[in-house]
């Protein structure tokens, strides 16, 4: 099966049904707040990323990896940042593009799989982000990926992921649950992401002040369990 041709054509499929909220562009208002200053990147379904999190973004290189939707990348144009927007589903992209047009902003979109960043070259960023990728890639790819994030960032550079948390870190009914679910419902790493020790992966890969912030979200949504979704940001500098 080529896992890459699935994953895009559905990405594509949830993009002209419209009812994804991660294929949904921000509105012409957020963006003219975060031009004002009033800057946030929604991490969950309904809490925004703080902004002290981020390094001061007017004019930083960065990358959102898999971030296509027309979310976080025209955010960070918004306020200043050069934005390269890189995604499998050519659909989401053209979100991107969508709000780069209304909005007069400047975003790159690159079409392309998160397990080959060999066209991008050495110290680009300054910040490489994703948010809920990993899961979507077998450890050995997560591990090479990680690894090129580090050739990617320039010194001193952040890279910021947003996950779900390792089974170690939920309880055994909800680790259960959404390992049932996911088994059975097309998501075929994501038991392997799940026991893996990410903060590990980060340290060979050469990372230091490697972190893990979670941002918990009451949530009934999709992929919600027993109605509540902790959520992991793992953050690591170069
Ligand atoms: C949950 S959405 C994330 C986008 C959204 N803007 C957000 O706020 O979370 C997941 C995205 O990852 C992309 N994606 C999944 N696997 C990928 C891969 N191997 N390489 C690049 N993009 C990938 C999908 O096309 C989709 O746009």
Redesign the pocket.
Known sequence: MDI?AY??DA?NKEVNEGDNR?TQPVSREIIAKAKQGEFSV?LTENISVPKNWFPALKGVDVLCL????G??GPMFAAVGAHVTV????PG?LKQDQLVAEREALSIQTVE????DLSMFADESFDLVFS???LH??PPVVIQNMIAEIHRLLKPGGLTAHLNLPPYSQMSAYNAFLMNWETHNNGEPYWHAFHKLDLPAVFRVAGFKKIREVAAESKSTGRGAYSGQSPYLVTMAEK
Do not use: C, K, Y
């Open positions: 890459r994953n895009r990405w991660w929604v898999a971030s296509g939707g979310q976080q890189f995604d499998n589903s989401q392309g799989d998160a397990a948010t809920i990728l979507e890639l």
